[in-house]
């Protein structure tokens, strides 16, 4: 064996690893890192869409999930939205029920109920169109589950998109938490948005709060009072709390080009 050839293939290749380590550590914290950087507050935007009256109830809802052979379970929250032909359609998270469509884990139904409640408003076993995929990097727009309601729903807990399809940054924003957490129900938290693209919305909250299984929670305008996000991620800059939203006007695009509902059992990806 050629001792000298094996030592210097060893010496060239953690040389390589050294110096793509060193790359990694450079690129690493800015792919990784959730949302815009920390920047000056955008000023209030001119607004010509008309205003209208903030959600009078809960907006946002807990989601629940049933897996074959199994009971419900908190997964996360989302909330009831009117398509503008009419059609009342569930909406949720794809990261909350991310084993949707595999074979060894078979989810069965999806529920939601009022925040702080065991009581479901309403049960589903049929979606709305293929789902999307959870999110894996910055692009919050692929990230949802869209399901078909068969059943009366409170018009009271039904919200109506934004025809604008996102909101303007410096514009004051709502959270309709759908996870109460055990706080007596509704959590509502104000914030301003700060950037929006097609890949999503990013706000940055009044105050500092837990937003665990908030994921799926409406953003609602407080101009229009109209839905114009779904919260999807949650970061930090400094002691401010960053969360990011899929902009409601593509999941209205989205559920206006469904042409199957699948059953959520049989459906495989």
Do not use: C
């Not at 899929?246 to 959520?264: D, L, Q, S």
């Amino acid at each position: 064996m050629n001792f000298k050839l094996v030592l210097r293939s060893v010496i060239i290749f953690l040389t390589l690893l050294a110096v793509a380590l060193a790359a990694l550590a450079l690129i690493l914290p800015r792919v990784l890192q959730i949302g815009p950087p920390l920047r000056r507050t955008p000023p209030p935007p001119m607004l010509n869409a008309p205003r209208g009256e903030m959600p009078a109830e809960t907006g946002g809802l807990t989601e629940w999930s049933q897996y074959a052979g199994g009971t419900y379970g908190v997964v996360g929250s989302g909330f009831f939205m009117q398509l503008p032909e009419g059609t009342l359609v569930g909406v949720t998270t794809s990261h909350s029920v991310w084993t949707l469509g595999t074979l060894n884990h078979t989810l069965e139904h999806i529920a939601f109920s009022l925040p702080d409640h065991t009581d479901f408003v309403a049960e589903f076993d049929t979606l709305y169109g293929r789902p999307g995929t959870p999110r894996l990097w910055a692009d919050l727009s692929i990230d949802y589950v869209l399901l078909q309601a068969n059943q009366t729903i409170d018009p009271a807990l039904t919200l109506t998109p934004d025809p604008r399809g996102a909101p303007q940054p410096g514009e004051r924003v709502t959270i309709y938490g759908g996870f109460g957490g055990g706080n007596g129900g509704r959590r509502i938290f104000e914030g301003t948005v700060q950037t929006v693209d097609a890949t999503g919305v990013w706000v940055f909250m009044d105050e500092n709060f837990e937003p665990g299984l908030m994921s799926g929670s409406p953003l609602v305008s407080q101009h229009t009072g109209q839905v114009v996000g779904m919260a999807i991620a949650a970061g930090r800059r400094g002691d401010r709390l960053l969360i990011g939203f899929h902009p409601i006007g593509h999941i209205v695009e989205m559920a206006e080009a469904v042409a199957e509902f699948p059953k959520i059992a049989g459906y495989r990806r």
